[in-house]
């Protein structure tokens, strides 16, 4: 099973930019495509982007335009910059690999590793 660690959270004012970083390790990560997901307080985890093996990327429509999702293979990370914070953003951010390689998904449970959360806070 990876092992993902998550950075770059923290308190930003709305209309401010975040950049999060997930270093992966204990899978062949240029093989395998990632997820970035967010859990508000009371509310269930969500789907918030993926970005492929090829660098592809998709996303929820709530952050299209905004956030931005790479990687850099030779560093084993992914990033998510995000741009145009709004105060709906309030979460904790979570990284995660997928069960198997050359494989992308938006559910939850199709993600078997997962970082420990990293908080971003927006105020309004």
């Known amino acids: 099973q990876a092992q993902l660690v998550e950075s770059g959270g923290g308190l930003v004012q709305a209309g401010g930019s975040l950049r999060l970083s997930c270093a992966a390790s204990g899978l062949t990560f240029s093989n395998y495509g990632m997820g970035w997901f967010r859990q508000a307080p009371g509310k269930e985890r969500e789907f918030v982007g993926y970005i492929t093996w090829s660098s592809s990327s998709n996303y929820t429509d709530s952050v299209k335009g905004r956030f931005t999702i790479s990687r850099d293979n030779a560093k084993n990370t992914v990033y998510l910059q995000m741009n145009s914070l709004k105060f709906d953003d309030t979460a904790v951010y979570y990284c995660?690999?997928?069960?198997?390689?050359?494989?992308?998904?938006?559910?939850?449970?199709?993600?078997?590793?997962w970082g420990q959360g990293t908080q971003v806070t927006v105020s309004s």
């Open positions: 995660a690999a997928p069960l198997k390689p050359y494989y992308v998904s938006k559910r939850v449970v199709d993600f078997r590793s």
